[in-house]
């Protein structure tokens, strides 16, 4: 029996066939190295990864594709955002629903280059209130990065008041959109956020070994690597303008070929699965909320994200886990899913909970037999 894979947040899976075509395009029809000589392959290469960063941008809500710099995953691009644009003795603040992908960095960098950060915390359900944020502010506060979604229950941030807040303060705002990216149309210009980070492998389909970095302005960030890029050969300084300054050495083409694919295909359909999305979401939710002492954490709020997590009184999260996979081949992923801080709020240290989430191959008839499976678990109970 083939399993049915319910973990779309760690890894979107199945990706749309038609990303098999675009990794064949550049194996086949490309193969040379973008950028790196005029000859034609080089050329077209060119071509299909600038296409790619304007199908992206169109997902991001940026006027300017070359402000997008390839990396290798959001949290190669956090990384590089937080080591050049801070300062010592900077202070910053992150929030509970923020990933070991900005929190670990930032721990590092308390630890080797003096900055400080804070937590803007959530309540119980999830909730984030402005005027604790406000309360956080000190003196030194020159960035705030925040998860755009919670990757354990899928709820966002007030994010146009975030926005809003962060100029007001004339403070520097970076969003880490690696969940939302693909689900939710991102508007980063228009709302005056200065810097981006995301994955291409989850929601916006593409394959693993991808992410973007935006940068409002570049001048602002010094590149986290240097390097070649077949620009500018003659001088030893890298590069000050994106995409160049942030895509030292060969990038990954043959999945940026991949993702070009993906990006076309999600384009057409994006309305249609994100209905879909809804639908299953909150028919998983309403079917959960039957089950005798399962725990639902977050809210139904609308626009969120299709992510839910849950715990069953008395019985171990992992164990959980591997009763669905191994009695009914339903995947999930249990634990903390690299988010201590939300699990914190949740109060669901140190086992974490179950989590469920949706892509756009999952049917109805995949949340059925999950909530017939969890049913069926709890009757041995
Ligand atoms: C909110 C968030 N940020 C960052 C990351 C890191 O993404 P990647 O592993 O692609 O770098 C993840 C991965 O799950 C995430 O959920």
Redesign the pocket.
């Known amino acids: 029996m083939k399993p049915i894979y319910l973990d779309n947040?760690?890894?979107s899976h199945p990706k749309p066939s038609c990303m098999l075509a675009g990794m064949q395009d550049y194996l086949l029809h490309i193969g040379a190295n973008p950028n790196r000589g005029n000859h034609q392959l080089s050329q077209r290469g060119q071509q299909m990864v600038y296409e790619t960063r304007e199908l992206l941008s169109q997902f991001l809500g940026i006027g300017h594709p070359n402000k997008i710099s390839f990396t290798?995953?959001?949290?190669?691009?956090?990384n590089t955002l937080l080591s050049g644009f801070l300062n010592p003795f900077d202070h910053i603040i992150t929030s509970s629903?923020?990933?070991n992908?900005?929190v670990r960095p930032l721990h590092h960098l308390s630890k080797k280059a003096n900055i400080t950060y804070d937590v803007w915390k959530c309540d119980l359900k999830g909730q984030f209130n402005l005027a604790d944020l406000e309360k956080l502010l000190t003196p030194k506060t020159r960035l705030l990065i925040f998860?755009?979604?919670?990757?354990v229950i899928g709820s966002l941030i007030p994010l146009n008041e975030v926005a809003m807040f962060a100029r007001k303060k004339k403070i520097a705002f970076a969003l880490?959109c690696?969940?939302t990216a693909g689900h939710i149309d991102l508007e980063l210009e228009s709302l005056g956020i200065d810097m981006a980070?995301?994955?291409c492998?989850?929601a916006l389909l593409g394959p693993?070994g991808l992410?973007f970095l935006y940068i409002k302005n570049p001048d602002l960030v010094s590149p986290f690597v240097q390097g070649g890029g077949g620009f500018l050969a003659s001088s030893l300084d890298q590069p000050e303008t994106s995409p160049a300054k942030f895509e030292a050495g060969t990038i990954n083409f043959l999945g940026l070929s991949a993702l070009n694919s993906s990006l076309k295909w999600l384009s057409v359909k994006k309305n249609e699965i994100r209905s879909h999305h809804q639908q299953l979401t909150q028919h998983l939710r309403y079917e959960l909320l039957k089950i005798p002492g399962l725990i639902l954490y977050g809210t139904d709020n609308n626009g969120s994200i299709p992510i839910i997590s849950f715990n069953i009184k008395d019985i171990a999260p992992s164990l959980i886990e591997s009763y669905l996979e191994i009695n009914h081949q339903l995947i999930v992923r249990s634990g903390l899913?690299?988010?201590p801080l939300m699990h914190e709020a949740l109060n669901t240290l140190p086992d974490g909970a179950v989590r469920v989430s949706l892509g756009p191959f999952n049917r109805a008839t995949h949340v059925t037999k999950l909530v017939k499976a969890l049913w069926d678990l709890k009757s041995y109970s």
């Open positions: 947040a760690s890894s290798y995953n959001a949290t190669y691009a956090i629903y923020d990933h992908a900005v998860s755009h979604a919670s990757n880490d690696t969940q980070a995301g994955t492998h989850k693993t992410g899913q690299c988010a």
